[in-house]
């Protein structure tokens, strides 16, 4: 089950990326430091895909691999904070060397999609991880919440970038 998962992710992302798109290009932050942006993301908000339409809990955490390599995991929870737990580990590369806010992400090989660090806060305590295609967002905290006033700024600047954030869904992070 967890390969036809894992399968299905990868085609959704490889059609959006190879799909032609009259948008900008996303914009990408100027400069990401590794060594600050890996470990524990809270997922905030998402554009919902099949696997993580009832997530909650969901947590991301990078860790370098080798010089190009960033090691994923991202664990959630399905429906509950007790729910069955998801565990994905896909593979990630960092593509552009430059600025590395722009990825490769691999579900499946040979399969890769293009994941694009496009929001950071300078202290590093959120983000927001993009794909070209609009179709997929992540909005990631250091905490299991954003303050109102900064999730929306966020949002604001998703909708300058062609996002319709009317899709776009908070993912229940509840920790007792």
């Not at 994905?88 to 590395?100: D, S, Y």
């Not at 992400?105 to 399969?111: G, S």
């Not at 905290?141 to 319709?164: K, T």
Request: aromatic share 12%.
């Amino acid at each position: 089950m967890k390969k036809i998962v894992l399968i299905c992710i990868s085609i959704l992302l490889f059609i959006s990326a190879c799909k032609k798109d009259t948008m900008e290009p996303l914009k990408t932050v100027d400069y990401v430091d590794l060594e600050r942006f890996m470990g524990d993301w809270y997922v905030i908000a998402i554009i919902p895909n099949f696997i993580e339409k009832n997530a909650v809990n969901g947590i991301e955490s990078y860790s370098t691999l080798n010089k190009d390599g960033v090691k994923i995991d991202y664990i959630f929870r399905v429906k509950t904070p007790d729910g069955k737990l998801k565990h994905l580990q896909p593979k990630a590369w960092i593509h552009n060397r430059e600025t590395n806010a722009e990825w490769r992400v691999q579900f499946l090989w040979p399969l890769k999609a293009a994941y694009l660090i496009i929001d950071l806060a300078e202290d590093y305590s959120y983000t927001v991880i993009g794909e070209p295609s609009r179709k997929f967002v992540w909005i990631m905290a250091r905490e299991p919440e954003l303050e109102d006033e900064l999730y929306d700024s966020i949002l604001g600047r998703l909708d300058q970038q062609g996002y319709d954030i009317s899709k776009i869904k908070k993912m229940p992070q509840i920790w007792e």
